[in-house]
């Protein structure tokens, strides 16, 4: 006959060893899956001010690159062989094109880059906006702006655009400059923005988003924080300036317009991910009617 405390020390020993077993195959994931794995998060943006000719136009953002530590061609290809998949009207770039502590931001990486970001397709146009890490040297940052001109991206720098689908109907692509280190200058950004025309604002840090005029803002895009990188509830591997107010997640602003703020796709400090998958981001329009 069992011994009653055999069992029990047996039952213990068992939940010990499928907690360990857990923990090993989350680590594991953490490292050597998740860094590389790119979730894509749908989103619909309605409203009566998107047009009915701008009904279903999708726009896909994604931020911080951070190329020359961990993120290299390989990981890039794929990221770009994801992102043509889902085949995009409109590609957005967050910010943050090379990582902090890039050992590599010469000739080759540069080539690596544009061959792959060249590749993306997007028939209504590519945009982006810079980040702090693309502030790091002045050659840098002018490094960063001819690697987006190659790879056909239009660089919105305290500046607008207009999105038109086969008709007069349009949408508005605000960019801001970086919060940290760069000159976001909103006056100079909003200054063509109708008041009834639907606006997009593109700000890589998240905490300069309370100081955008809320009648001409309806919807935030940023990155910076990478979510954390490895979250934890109570912390996180990952906490940078300008992204401690609004660090990850989405938060209505001023009662009036939504902050979006994305997990990014590259790592720093460390590769891996916990809890923040890396992601890239479809938003999809939807045309509101407007009711009596």
Not at 95 to 115: E, V, Y
Not at 229 to 245: H, I, N, V
Not at 248 to 257: E, F, L, P, S
Request: a negative charge; proline letters at 4%; charged letters at 20%.
């Amino acid at each position: 006959m069992d011994n009653p405390k055999l069992r029990i020390i047996r039952r213990i020993l068992i939940v010990l060893c499928m907690i360990c077993l857990l923990s090993l195959a989350l680590l594991y994931d953490a490292y050597y899956k998740a860094p590389s794995r790119y979730q894509v998060r749908y989103e619909n943006l309605e409203s009566v001010f998107i047009p009915d000719q701008m009904n279903d136009v999708s726009i896909l953002f994604f931020s911080d690159l951070d190329y020359g530590t961990f993120m290299d061609e390989a990981r890039l290809t794929k990221l770009t062989d994801s992102i043509n998949a889902l085949s995009p009207d409109v590609i957005v770039f967050g910010g943050d094109l090379f990582d902090q502590n890039a050992t590599d931001t010469g000739p080759n990486a540069a080539s690596a880059i544009i061959r792959c970001l060249s590749q993306l397709e997007a028939p209504l146009g590519k945009y982006a906006v810079l980040g702090d890490f693309d502030y790091r040297t002045p050659e840098l940052r002018q490094q960063v702006e001819d690697i987006l001109f190659q790879s056909d991206f239009e660089l919105l720098l305290n500046s607008s655009v207009l999105i038109r689908n086969h008709g007069s109907g349009s949408v508005t692509l605000t960019g801001l400059d970086c919060g940290l280190y760069g000159y976001p200058d909103s006056d100079a950004a909003f200054a063509n923005v109708g008041r009834t025309v639907y606006n997009i604002v593109i700000a890589h840090t998240p905490d300069q988003c309370e100081l955008l005029p809320n009648d001409l803002t309806n919807y935030v895009l940023c990155g910076h924080s990478h979510g954390g990188q490895a979250y934890w509830g109570f912390g996180a591997l990952y906490t940078p300036s300008m992204a401690e107010r609004y660090f990850r997640g989405k938060h209505t602003i001023q009662n009036t317009y939504t902050l979006d703020i994305s997990n990014g796709v590259g790592t720093t400090i460390k590769d891996v991910r916990f809890l923040s998958n890396a992601e890239i981001v479809l938003y999809r329009l939807k045309h509101k009617a407007m009711t009596d």
